[in-house]
């Protein structure tokens, strides 16, 4: 077999400030809210992602994370509408009909609240649509493997509009802005936990659309007037409306969490002490320093000003802290808490309560590598297996 036409891509993490929660259609994975993100910077975290196609493969192959993964429905959706915009064109650059081989690896820990599923569908997305010649918006595309996934094919600060056509073609994403918009806004994701979530989100939002009141009334009530002042606040760089916003959006959606039935229970006492800890800071601040948001798990999303980074860290370090390389992504001289600072918060200690903090930032979004980024051979083999 001669060498084979590979592709490989990286794919940033998105984190939503206005939550993505509940599908008014699991099948094209439409949702009842449109939701707003900011996408990280792909030096810290990302999916990388190598795709090839050959009329010699007897069939489609995945391994993510050096293990071979079993077809599922959305993996198949999310190939097969690729294909299907591969075989609109006049000539692809590779037969759509053809089987492929794809090796996938994150540089974060998979399942475990840190969108590790938007990164990834979006880095597959950006990858075989390199290999197939597709160009144009892909966002759709991605939104078929998972919803958040479509903010993630887009760099800065993210709209999803959840849209009103029952075939879902108007529900896509768009950039409001690119990460340069802000730059002094640098983020904080406080790992409370690395392991996989005991309820997924795709169960968790399905229990809620049928069982949560406030669903519904945080959908249709709340969230678009939010989504109007979330896109001010980002635009006009004000950060205290941010802030606020943020921290009421991700309240109400673990509210939801909690009044679906039966409950899904994504924080745990390390959260809910980040979450204290960020409150008293700003109110002995008299402004807000910070500001948190959490996805579907335990783990903390701060956002912040550059000039507020050394003194947060060294807070969440003295009181969640343990262990060497607590600190990790960019680099900053941490400033230890002071005795007054010590005694001031209400928080409960619990050393070890965070594996480890990833200093990070607002970024781009996905990128091709040049051959030496490849994860499979010329052959389309697996290195790892070489």
Known sequence: MSDLSLVTCTAPVNIAVIKYWGKRDEKLILPINDSISVTLSSDQMHAKTTVTASTNFKEDRIWLNKELQASSSRLSSC???????????ESPAVNPDWKVTICSENNFPT???LASSAAGYACLVSALCKLYGIQGDLSTLARRGSGSACRSVYGGFVHWKMGSREDGEDSRAIQLHPASHWPDLRVLICVASDSRKKTSSSVGMKNS???????KYRAELIVPDRTKQMIQAISQQDF???AEI???DSNQFH???QDTYPPCVYLNPASHQVSSLIHQLNNYSGRFVA???FDAGPNACIFLMQKDVCKVVGLLQHFFGEGEEFVRGEKYNVVEPTEKDKSDYSVDRIPGGLKY???TRAGEGPATLPASGHLLSPKGEPLFMQ
């Open 79 to 89: 190939l097969e509408e690729v294909r299907s915009k591969a075989r609109q064109l």
């Open 111 to 113: 399942a475990a609240g």
């Open 209 to 215: 659309v049928e069982t949560s009141p406030l669903l």
């Open 240 to 242: 205290d409306k941010f």
């Open 246 to 248: 943020t921290i009421r």
């Open 255 to 257: 509210a939801v969490c």
């Open 291 to 293: 500001t948190y948001t």
């Open 357 to 359: 903090i990833i200093c």
